[in-house]
């Protein structure tokens, strides 16, 4: 069954401001959030999905067998829930999805259905942990149904969302912070200030037992990984030479998942396991690079990145990369930003912090049957910024960027390319391209 048929079953129900349909609906399954391995329950803006990949790749490498759920898929939505250390089967997931739409007449989000499975297969199969990614917000997310959480975690927080869950900093952080529980460790990135001191006071409010990032725990970025402070004393650190996913970001993001690791003693993670974990994490369409083959099927000299950078925290985070990779000079090869946005999200602050760093500027207009934004609503944002129609090239589609890129058209150098601005426009390009670095 494919995923459009599935979701036109919950067509028109969104999550709402209570717990009331899926806790129902679990009932029906006697409560499987109640009888799960220890969760780790990760909420935040940015990094949830790539601090649950490196922290089920730690646990699978000291031999744990593991359940997760994150979202959104980029390519198959069997991606968002694995089973023992294993992606869920098609069949399974599909048929459970259609169990959950009969139960509630179609009434339940779709991604509460997705999560009440995948509560439902974590309860009925062995594992020795849960990696739990929130879908949006926290207090009301379909995952703050669990118990039994071990450790909270949450990512940095940023915009994002603001339709459901507040206009403010502040308020998006309260929502964050509902996942902590009483006398349960919570992890936290660093935050701005605002961000931090609702944090302090929410686990103050709940009992729960904060550390802050670059407050309680330290780290920093060296070489290709980082090193971790635990505490104030610098003789209880460790240093984790390498992290296969690319970027300063992801440095942090790997000290959360080290951090909030360790403060598990009963799971006994041998430093050798969080070493190797940490470097052989895959996490697609995280600043990954791609393999791209001209019309007579040779490898092109372009490098072609994508990322899912979709809101400001990550559009500052990527731009970041680029001026410490030394991209944005265009001394090695020219910098294309290849862009594309969904219709809901308002990413004018692109053109201010990542556009600059580019020679180029390419939109696509429209992916995936309709979805994206045309150039004429998008160009206020670049206008503003300095950027006129003569300025941006304008594609279409995904398939006719792609024929440029492949064409080598009106290039004298090879480029290097960078494609972000939606996940779901990243996993159409990997559905584009299978073959990947």
Not at 153 to 158: A, D, G, L, R, W
Not at 189 to 206: F, G, M, Y
Not at 242 to 260: K, P, T
Request: glycine fraction near 8%; aromatic fraction near 6%; charged fraction near 15%.
């Amino acid at each position: 069954m494919t995923l459009d048929l599935l979701l036109s079953r919950f067509q028109g129900c969104k999550i709402g401001h209570s717990f009331g349909t899926i806790t129902k609906l679990l009932r029906h399954f006697d409560n499987p959030q109640h009888r799960l391995p220890p969760v780790i329950h990760i909420a935040g803006t940015n990094g949830k999905g790539s601090t649950a990949a490196l922290i089920s790749a730690i646990l699978h490498r000291a031999g744990y067998k593991v359940h997760r759920l994150t979202s959104p898929h980029l390519c198959c939505m069997t991606e968002r829930i694995m089973v023992a250390n294993k992606a869920v089967d098609h069949q399974v997931m599909a048929s459970l999805l259609l169990k959950m739409a009969e139960l509630t007449d179609g009434k339940i989000a779709f991604s509460e259905a997705v999560t009440a499975t995948a509560l439902y297969l974590f309860a009925s199969v062995p594992a020795d942990a849960v990696v739990l990614e929130v879908g949006i917000g926290g207090v009301y997310d379909g995952t703050n149904v669990v118990s039994g959480t071990c450790v909270s975690i949450i990512t940095p927080i940023s915009f994002d969302h603001q339709d459901r869950l507040g206009s403010t900093l502040h308020d998006i952080a309260v929502q964050k912070s509902g996942i902590m529980r009483q006398s349960v460790p919570c992890v936290s990135a660093p935050q701005i200030s605002c961000v931090r001191d609702v944090l302090i006071n929410s686990a103050t409010e709940k009992g729960a037992l904060l550390y802050l990032g670059q407050t309680d725990w330290f780290f920093e970025p060296k070489g290709h990984g980082f090193r971790i402070q635990y505490s104030q004393d610098p003789l209880y650190s460790d240093s984790f030479p390498q992290i296969g996913l690319v970027g300063n970001h992801q440095c942090m993001n790997g000290a959360v998942a080290v951090m909030a690791l360790r403060t598990q003693r009963a799971l006994n993670i041998p430093h050798g396991a969080m070493v190797d974990g940490l470097a052989q994490v895959v996490w697609p369409g995280r600043l990954q690079r791609l393999t791209i083959k001209d019309y007579l099927g040779n490898d092109l000299d372009d490098e072609v990145w994508i990322d899912g950078a979709h809101n400001e925290g990550g559009l500052v985070a990527l731009a970041h990369h680029v001026r410490s990779a030394g991209w944005a000079s265009g001394a090695e090869k020219p910098l294309v930003l290849v862009f594309g946005k969904r219709v809901e999200k308002n990413l004018d602050s692109l053109w201010s912090t990542l556009a600059p760093l580019a020679q180029q500027v390419w939109v696509i207009e429209c992916w995936d049957n309709g979805t994206g934004t045309p150039w004429s609503v998008m160009k206020q944002g670049a206008i503003a910024s300095g950027y006129d129609d003569h300025a941006v090239h304008v594609f279409a589609t995904l398939d006719q960027c792609m024929a440029q890129i492949r064409g080598k058209k009106n290039r004298t150098q090879p480029a290097r390319f960078l494609m972000c601005g939606s996940l779901h426009l990243v996993g159409d390009v990997l559905k584009n391209d299978k073959k990947t670095m």
